[in-house]
């Protein structure tokens, strides 16, 4: 849409420095609202969603973060012994109260 090049037609970065690489982008946003609607918009993804896990196990961009937040908040953030003894013994030369493990290290 922009007459840029794309793919395989992007000439060598490196072959030539004197010849412009001709890339381009093209940037376009949507308003859900403008059309079916948000309603409509979270019931379409969720569906999708459902279909494709139907076939597999299957994480969408963000999904890891998610559910490791998720786990983080349940039961910790894991820290080696190592670095938790290095840090109780900074806590105990400010004067602050030393860290506690909630599970094995």
Do not use: C
Not at 12 to 29: C, Q, S, T, W
Not at 46 to 75: K, M, S
Request: glycine share 10%.
């Amino acid at each position: 849409m922009n007459g840029m090049t794309y793919g395989p037609h992007i000439n060598d970065m490196y072959g030539n420095l004197n010849e412009p690489r001709k890339i381009g982008h093209f940037v376009i946003a949507i308003d859900p609202a403008r059309f079916a609607g948000g309603a409509m918009l979270e019931r379409t993804i969720d569906d999708v969603i459902a279909d494709l896990r139907a076939e597999g196990e299957v994480l969408f961009p963000g999904e890891p973060e998610y559910l490791e937040q998720r786990n983080r908040t349940e039961h910790g953030i894991p820290i080696d012994s190592e670095a938790l003894a290095d840090m109780n013994a900074w806590s105990a030369k400010l004067g602050v109260a030393a860290l506690t493990p909630k599970g094995p290290a």
